[in-house]
Structure formats: structure tokens, C-alpha cells
């Protein structure tokens, strides 16, 4: 660790809401580990100290717990505003509050970056994109999306969060950077938060049939998370508001993930076939042209190699788990 006598002053101070969160804790890695001072805000609802626990003592890092529905006081050079709970299963428990996270904490930012100046670079999805009648999703595309349906506080409450961050733009000039994500894995994903690549490493790991949902012929395309945080840091450090799509363009079958997920943890495993949950899209794929163009940024990392990586992170928890289980 560094003395406290060797940390630059003038060290560049970062907030991170969502921080303890599975791609905030990556982002957070990757700031102190270029020099950055780093403040995380969480609540804790979906995120855990354990993702951020080596960071915890560092002179350069602070930890706040703190829900971004209330307002905040700091001063910070640049916001990167993540926290809100991004699995179905997480943002569909208390949907109220996903809709009040997403609307009044990026408000709330918005408020912090005005009064200190500080450049916001705000977290949406491809949900803003619904269930699409436009493929691949270029961000031109205005989405198809149900309001008022049971993702509709997620999706909803992103689309009003990107309306509030053109508007402060437009009205008080506040520097914003929008980032529509589209389907992210990696370590440090929740066991129990029901995403599909979490959901087939831990039922393959465990010997039990991989739940299908519907007919599995729905596509997504899937982005390795050390991908993603290069996008993120690349979209903040650029010149261009966005919105701008950060996902990987290659596109899987649900089936096709399956299968990989079976050949690769041989456990002799089948698939089984779930309800289909109401307003799933059924297609999704960003068109990346924009980050290409604009920063130089395209993801690195093809599935089979993250799922790799992945699983071996979900297979190490998985063996510790069992160890404590047999004590
Ligand atoms: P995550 O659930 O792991 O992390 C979200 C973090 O925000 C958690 O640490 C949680 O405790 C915190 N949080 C939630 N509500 C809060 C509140 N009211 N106040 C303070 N902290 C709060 O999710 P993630 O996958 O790391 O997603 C991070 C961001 O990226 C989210 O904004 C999500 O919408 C967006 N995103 C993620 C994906 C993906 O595939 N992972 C896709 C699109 C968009
Ligand atoms: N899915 C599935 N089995 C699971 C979990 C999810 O077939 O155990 C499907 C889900 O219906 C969706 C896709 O996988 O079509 C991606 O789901 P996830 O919740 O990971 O992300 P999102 O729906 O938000 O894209």
C-alpha cells in the first residue's frame, strides 16, 4: 500500500455511486489502480463490502454508506452514477423504490455535479430500448418500451433519468456522459439475483438442469466486464455526451448460452424449460459503431473466454461455500 506521504495531492477525486455493486467494485479497481482518489456511495442493497474489501483502508479511498434517494454534499471532479439494482429479480422486489432510485438519486446527482462542477456520467441500459422492433439497437432508435408493465420501473425509470440529465445539460450546462449498457457478466455477479449467466454456472456447477425460460431462441449479446469499464472510462475521459451503446455486438441464443455453459462445466447436465416472464424482449443487440467511431472502443473479450474467466471465480465461491456447509 502507499505511505500517506506518497499520495498526490492533486490526486483526481471520483465518486462512485454503486460502487460495491458487481460493475461498480470493477470500475472502482480500475480508478485506484490508475491513482484516482476514489469515494464509493452505496446502500448495500444488491452491493457488498466483500467486492471492495481490499480497497477499504487505502488513504486514497473512502467508503460511504448512503442511499441516493437522499442528497449528498461532496466535492468530486467526476461522478460516475451506477447504484441502482440492475437484475429483474432485484429491481422487481420493491419497484417503487427502483423507479425513485433511478429518477430522484440521478436528480440527485445531477444537483452534486451542478453545485461542484463535476462531469456525470450516468449508467443506462438497453432496457431504454424495450423489447425492440429495431435490430441491431443504434441510439437513434427511440425503443419500444410497455410503461406500465412489471419492468417498467426499471426501464422506465432509466429513460426519465436520461430525460433529467439532457435537461440539467440543457438548462444549467452541466457536463454529462450517457453509457446504455447492454447485457454485462463477470466475477462479483450476485448468486441469487436470477441473471441467466449467474443462474446456468451456479445450476451446472451444482449439478441441476439449466432453466430455460420460455423457448430459449431470445437472443442477448454479452459483455465481459473488464470490456465494459474500459468503455465506461473511455466515454468519460472523451468529448461526446452519448447517449452511447457499451455492449458486445456478438449475439447468442439463450439455448446457444446453454450449451456452451454445459460443454464447459461437464457435469452431465440438461435443460429445463420455465415461463417465459412477461415483457421479455426478445432480441438484443447494440450497434457499437458510435463508441468505435467517437473512442476508439470495441470489447476485447469473446464469450468463451469470459465465461472461463467466470466460472472459475463462481466455482471457487461454490467449493468455500460447500467447505462451510461441511464444517
Ligand atoms: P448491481 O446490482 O450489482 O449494483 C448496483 C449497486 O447500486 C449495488 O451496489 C447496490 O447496493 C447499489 N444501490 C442500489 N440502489 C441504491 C440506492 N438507492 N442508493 C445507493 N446505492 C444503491 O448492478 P450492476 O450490474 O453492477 O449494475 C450497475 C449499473 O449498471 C446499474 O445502474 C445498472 O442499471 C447498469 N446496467 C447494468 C447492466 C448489467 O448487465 N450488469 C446492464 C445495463 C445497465
Ligand atoms: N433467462 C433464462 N433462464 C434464467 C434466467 C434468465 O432463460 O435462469 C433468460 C431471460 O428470460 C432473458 C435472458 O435469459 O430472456 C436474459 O435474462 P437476464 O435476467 O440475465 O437479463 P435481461 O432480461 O435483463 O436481459
Known amino acids: ?21 458487481f460493475v461498480g467494485s470493477h ?27 481490499k480497497w477499504l483502508n487505502h488513504p486514497r479511498f473512502e467508503f460511504i454508506r448512503h442511499d441516493v434517494v437522499e442528497p449528498i454534499k461532496l466535492q468530486v471532479d467526476k461522478i460516475y452514477h ?62 419500444h418500451v410497455n410503461p406500465i408493465g412489471i419492468r417498467s420501473c426499471y426501464d422506465e425509470g432509466k429513460r426519465c433519468a436520461e430525460t433529467l440529465m439532457f435537461d440539467y445539460h440543457r ?31 451456479i445450476q451446472a456447477l451444482d449439478g441441476k438442469d439449466l432453466t430455460v425460460y420460455g423457448d430459449g431462441k431470445q437472443t442477448r449479446s454479452f459483455c ?5 469499464v474500459s468503455g465506461l472510462i473511455a466515454l468519460m475521459e472523451g468529448n461526446i455526451t452519448g447517449p452511447v451503446n457499451l455492449g458486445n455486438p456478438t449475439e447468442f441464443t439463450i439455448m446457444e448460452l446453454a450449451n456452451l455453459v454445459k460443454e464447459k462445466i461437464k457435469n452431465n447436465v440438461n435443460v429445463c424449460y420455465e415461463k417465459i416472464p412477461q415483457d421479455d424482449p426478445k432480441q438484443r443487440k447494440p450497434d457499437i459503431s458510435l463508441a468505435k467511431k467517437e473512442f476508439n472502443w470495441e470489447p476485447k473479450i469473446p464469450l468463451t473466454k469470459g465465461l472461463d474467466l467466470t466460472i472459475e471465480y463462481f466455482a471457487k465461491r461454490y467449493e468455500s461455500q460447500k467447505k462451510k456447509e461441511s464444517e
Not at 124 to 129: K, L, N
Request: charged fraction near 25%.
Open 1 to 21: 500500500m502507499e505511505k500517506y506521504e506518497e499520495i498526490e495531492q492533486d490526486s483526481e477525486v471520483v465518486l462512485v455511486t454503486g460502487g460495491a455493486g
Open 27 to 53: 470500475l472502482v479497481d480500475r480508478l485506484m489502480e490508475s491513482g484516482k482518489t476514489v469515494i464509493v456511495i452505496d446502500n448495500l442493497y444488491t452491493g457488498r463490502k466483500r467486492n471492495i474489501f
Open 82 to 143: 451506477l447504484a441502482c439494482p440492475a437484475s429483474p429479480v432485484h429491481y422487481q422486489s420493491d419497484p417503487i423504490k427502483t423507479t425513485m432510485t433511478s429518477v430522484w438519486g440521478t436528480r440527485n446527482m445531477l444537483e452534486l455535479a451542478k453545485e461542484t462542477g463535476a462531469r456525470l456520467l450516468f449508467s443506462s441500459t438497453s432496457e431504454v430500448y424495450g423489447d425492440p422492433h429495431v435490430h441491431p439497437q443504434t441510439e437513434s432508435y427511440w425503443g
Open 171 to 201: 438548462t444549467h450546462n452541466v457536463d454529462i456522459r450517457v453509457a446504455r449498457i447492454f447485457n454485462t457478466y463477470g466475477p462479483r455477479m450476485m448468486e441469487n439475483d436470477g441473471r441467466v449467466v449467474s443462474n446456468f454456472i
Open 224 to 228: 465481459y466486464v473488464d470490456d465494459l
